[in-house]
């Protein structure tokens, strides 16, 4: 039987543990020492005017996972196309980027990095993820193939074209 701590995956059966760590509970006005988003009202906004003060300071989700290095999005883009219109991805990306972050501030892309034709391209959340590639699935066409991760808390994705 599952604990507060373990849930059973509905398509193995199997219990799987969650890797809870207790945080101590944010009060209003907790500014994110690292990209000074604010709490407020139980969520994490950019909307942050002057003339309100830090009450404290603490990581978001976001950033933690940043620093703990456990991102849920990795996202490969590969192939003839990407390579000769890179530019042009890059900007849809960071626009979809953008557009998501508006809505959802804890969903982010926290690595790009190119090699060989191929880019890499790391996000906080698996939302951002799902919605890169299906903007480039809309825009530009090609094979998109999405593989979650076995407590869908995790997602990888390649589109080539």
Same mark, same amino acid.
Request: proline residues 2%; contains cysteine; hydrophobic residues 30%.
């Given at each position: 039987?599952?604990?507060?701590?373990?849930? +059973?995956?509905? &398509?193995?059966?199997?219990?799987?543990?969650?890797? *809870?760590?207790?945080? =101590?509970?944010?009060?209003?006005?907790?500014?994110? $020492?690292?990209?000074?988003? *604010?709490?407020?009202? %139980?969520?994490? *906004?950019?909307?942050?005017?002057?003339?309100?003060?830090?009450?404290?300071?603490?990581?978001?989700?976001?950033? $933690?996972?940043?620093?703990?290095?456990?991102?849920?999005?990795?996202?490969?883009?590969?192939?003839?196309?990407?390579?000769?219109?890179?530019?042009?991805?890059?900007?849809?990306?960071?626009?979809?980027?953008?557009?998501? &972050?508006?809505?959802?501030?804890?969903?982010?892309?926290?690595?790009?990095?190119?090699?060989?034709?191929?880019?890499?391209?790391?996000? $906080?959340?698996?939302?951002?993820? +799902?919605?890169?590639?299906? %903007?480039?699935? &809309? $825009?530009?066409?090609?094979?998109?193939?999405?593989?979650?991760? =076995?407590?869908?808390?995790?997602?990888?994705? &390649?589109?080539?074209?």
């Amino acid at each position: 039987m599952a604990d507060a701590h373990s849930r +059973q995956d509905q &398509r193995t059966g199997k219990t799987v543990e969650k890797n *809870i760590k207790k945080k =101590p509970a944010l009060v209003d006005k907790t500014v994110c $020492s690292e990209c000074g988003g *604010i709490y407020l009202n %139980g969520e994490w *906004i950019w909307d942050r005017t002057d003339d309100e003060e830090a009450e404290a300071y603490a990581l978001c989700p976001a950033c $933690s996972k940043e620093e703990e290095e456990m991102l849920a999005g990795q996202i490969e883009l590969k192939g003839d196309f990407y390579r000769t219109h890179a530019e042009e991805v890059e900007r849809k990306i960071r626009d979809i980027e953008n557009e998501e &972050r508006e809505l959802h501030p804890l969903e982010r892309i926290v690595a790009y990095d190119v090699e060989d034709g191929h880019a890499f391209i790391a996000t $906080s959340g698996i939302r951002l993820a +799902q919605k890169i590639g299906e %903007g480039l699935y &809309r $825009s530009f066409k090609g094979d998109l193939i999405l593989d979650y991760g =076995p407590d869908d808390t995790k997602i990888a994705l &390649r589109w080539e074209r």
